[in-house]
């Protein structure tokens, strides 16, 4: 039961990291912070969008529960809330993360 529970946490913080990465290289590439916003020109714009929501999301729940902790006062349970969801959609995303390096290592 611990070992499931330790890959579990391995698991979700594997997601995290991937949604850091991936939340920093769009800031470093656009200048400006990812969010939750799909508009585009283009269809590739619209599908970028999407890609970057879908697995830099929990990067962006996490940046804007702080930020909104710290700058707008919001009460702790808004920031808790925030961070479980966060967590879950971490875990998710970084069991995708998982099985692709698998994959790639030869090991699946």
């Known amino acids: ?56 999301g929990p990067f962006i729940i996490m940046r804007n529960a702080i930020r909104g902790r710290r700058i707008e006062n919001r009460p702790l349970g808004w920031l808790v809330a925030s961070s479980t969801i966060a967590g879950m959609w971490s875990m998710c995303s970084g069991l995708l993360v998982m099985n692709v390096a698998l994959v790639v290592a030869g090991f699946h």
């Open 1 to 56: 039961m611990l070992f499931d529970l330790l890959l579990v946490g391995y698991i979700a913080c594997a997601g995290f990291v991937a949604a850091g990465v991936l939340g920093s290289l769009y800031q470093l590439i656009t200048k400006e912070p990812p969010r939750f916003n799909f508009a585009g020109e283009s269809i590739l714009a619209f599908l970028t969008g999407v890609f970057m929501c879908l697995f830099a």
